[in-house]
Structures are given as C-alpha cells and as structure tokens.
C-alpha cells in the first residue's frame, strides 16, 4: 500500500510552529506533497532536517519572490529524476509545479505538487491563471502518455462541481467556480482526458467534504467551505486507490492550515 499526502501549509514555518509537520508525519505517508511552502530551499530543508521528516528526499520549487508559493515532493527514497515548472516559460520561477519520479513495485509513480493561484474574476489576474491551468493541462497530457502511473496534487483554487463549495449559488460569477475553471476540470477528468478525481470517485457524490475554510467569521465552524484541494490520478492509477481521507481538524483551536490535507492509499 502506498500512501500519498498532498498539503497546502499555508506557510512551512507557521505550520511547524503549529504543529502541522508532527500532524502529517503520524499520518505516516510514504509520499508528501506541500503547497505554499512560502521558503527558500535552504531554510525549507533546515527546517525539515530537524524534524520528523530528517532523512527525507525534498524536491522543492521556490518562487523567486521570497514568501511567495512554492511546491515540494518528499520522499522517502531518493527519486529517480525531479523536474520544475510547468513546462511555459511566463511560469518559470513562480514555485508552481514540480514532478518527481519514484519507484514503487508496480513501476514508476510521477508524483506531482501543484499550487494555483486564486485568480480574479475579470482581471488579468484571471488571465494568468487560465493560462497556468491550460499549461498544467498540457502537461499533465505529455506525462500521460509517457506511460507509468501519475498522480498530480494540490491545490488547484478551483471547486470543479457545485458539491465541492457550501455557497455555491452566491459564488457563481467567481474565480474559484467560473465556468472556465470548471470546463478544464471537466476536460482532464473525462474519458479522453485520462485522469480521474480520486477523492471525490471515493467520497461519494457529496456535498464535501470540503478542504479550505477561511479563517474568518464562523466558516470553519459552520463547514462553510470549499473542495480545492486534489488528488488527479492517471486512469490506471485510480484503479489502484482504495481509501481517501480529509484530515479537518476537530476544533478551529486546532487547525494548523486554512487548508486540510487530502490522503489517499493505493494499493501498488
């Protein structure tokens, strides 16, 4: 069985100090994924080295603007290969994307941490994110066809159907849940597109669960949140997945990210 995390810390540093690395450590991952790192290579493997995650491989994509993103794959075994960027060069250095492959015992696994920003509905802003979401596409395509089995992670700030956000009605319009986020969802995840939502195949139609609540207001209490947060698996893979879990914390007290970690077990 193998296990994979993929979380937005929200922060590597407020999520250690919070707690958030001994969190994800119990959950005893074989693969973890991070977003939002918000460090530089240096300090994120300084802070990692001392923790529960000492001896692990990191495969870290810093955004050039300090505070800014940034993706990771750890691993237990050092990978066979690591790659950055989405593959368009306006993304090069934003701390978006990285891919690292590792071998499992059905072959090799392209374990994939990705980080979208929000957008803004009607702005270059929006714009931009389009753009990475149509790069990330196309990337996703050529890793496909490689062959072997991927898995691509994160956060992608968009809730793909109206069971994956509580205020759905009062968000359409909205970057998050445009129709144009959603389209692109739609396109990786049917037949021809060769990936499938792994969490929602096994969660059920839903509502939620949901894996981001704003810190503000009574969001978290009321579970007034978003599904933004994913495992895509390759076809072939998503046969594989057996289990997966939203790790939402008891209390607000207890939250160490405004994100929950998704897990998810497959059976390699």
Excluded: C
């Amino acid at each position: 069985m193998l296990r994979v995390v993929s979380a937005n810390v929200n922060g590597i540093r407020a999520a250690a100090r919070r707690g958030g690395l001994d969190w994800l450590a119990a959950q005893q991952p074989d693969v973890l994924t991070l977003q939002e790192v918000r460090a530089g290579d240096d300090l994120l493997r300084e802070l990692l080295a001392v923790g529960p995650f000492a001896g692990w491989h990191v495969s870290h994509d810093a955004s050039l603007v300090a505070g800014h993103a940034g993706v990771a794959v750890l691993t237990r075994d050092e990978p066979l290969d690591v790659r950055h960027g989405v593959g368009r060069r306006e993304f090069a250095g934003t701390g978006r994307w990285v891919e690292a492959d590792v071998a499992t015992q059905s072959g090799l696994l392209t374990a994939v941490s990705v980080y979208v920003h929000t957008g803004e509905a009607g702005t270059p802003r929006q714009d931009t994110k389009l753009r990475f979401l149509d790069a990330m596409g196309r990337r996703m395509s050529a890793l496909r066809r490689v062959g072997g089995h991927v898995v691509v992670t994160g956060d992608l700030n968009v809730a793909h159907r109206e069971a994956d956000l509580k205020n759905w009605k009062g968000n359409r319009g909205k970057a998050g849940f445009l129709p144009a986020e959603r389209a692109l969802l739609d396109r990786w995840t049917s037949t021809r597109g060769g990936y499938v939502d792994v969490h929602r195949a096994l969660a059920g139609e839903g509502p939620g669960p949901y894996t981001w609540w704003s810190w503000r207001g009574q969001a978290f209490d009321n579970d007034a949140g978003w599904r933004i947060d994913y495992h895509l698996a390759s076809r072939e893979m998503a046969t594989k997945a057996v289990k997966a879990t939203v790790g939402r914390a008891s209390s607000y007290a207890e939250r160490w990210s405004d994100h929950a970690a998704v897990t998810v077990d497959y059976d390699l």
